[in-house]
T-cell receptor, first 116, second 112 residues
């Protein structure tokens, strides 16, 4: 099994430019999460999907961030326009159940974004 | 949002010494999960505790859930350099809006 696949691994962009991250969760995992992790901090939830429905986007900065999960499988997170403070690692995770259950979350390797 | 507080923030040990990190909550937790993140890596799920007073072991790692389900601990016996990383406890039952965020974790450094 491939695990949670994210791309790209690294991205360097200039401020005010758009950027998009892609995530393919583990097959059969109905719950998908996007997290942002700043250096020295724990992952911060941005959005959680149950199938194709965004059930928790309360911490997503909606003025510049958007996400979609068409057909309830893979997902895309977009930032437009990017700001210097958006530099972080963006992690995608998936789980079999909404509360992760005994199998926990499976995280992808993340996308390290640098905004210059 | 509500978070589980974890201490210490940093721990430096000599290889072979034991290590313990603690998580505390002011409210009763439905469950607690533990993750390990190696430097430059992503969090990896270790275990979930659900029952009051539950104790689980994975080789040199011992996980405990308090009787009141308000605290938990991870103990590593005889640390090795491969134990280096950040250990997070996580309230996976916090599915209310904005609560599925991890705390700062405990950064473990092991000196050979």
């Amino acid at each position: 099994e491939a695990g949670v696949v994210q791309s790209p691994r690294y991205k360097i962009i200039e401020k005010k430019q758009p950027v998009a991250f892609w995530c393919n969760p583990i097959s059969g995992h109905n719950t998908l999460y996007w997290y942002r992790q700043n250096l020295g901090q724990g992952p911060e939830l941005l959005i959680r999907y149950e199938n194709e429905e965004a059930v928790d986007d309360s911490q997503l900065p909606k003025d510049r961030f958007s996400a979609e999960r068409l057909k309830g499988v893979d997902s895309t997170l977009k930032i437009q326009p990017a700001e210097l403070g958006d530099s972080a690692v963006y992690l995608c995770a998936s789980s079999l159940f909404g509360t992760a259950g005994y199998y926990g979350y499976t995280f992808g390797s993340g996308t390290r974004l640098t905004v210059v | 949002g509500q978070q589980v507080m974890q201490i210490p923030q940093y721990q430096h040990v000599q290889e072979g010494e034991d290590f313990t990190t603690y998580c505390n909550s002011s409210t009763t937790l439905s469950n607690i999960q533990w993750y390990k993140q190696r430097p430059g890596g992503h969090p990896v799920f270790l275990i979930q505790l659900v029952k009051s007073g539950e104790v689980k072991k994975q080789k040199r790692l011992t996980f405990q859930f308090g009787e009141a389900k308000k605290n938990s601990s991870l103990h590593i016996t005889a640390t090795q350099t491969t134990d280096v990383g950040t250990y997070f406890c996580f309230n996976a039952g916090g599915t209310s809006y904005g609560k599925l965020t991890f705390g700062q974790g405990t950064i473990l450094t092991v000196h050979p």
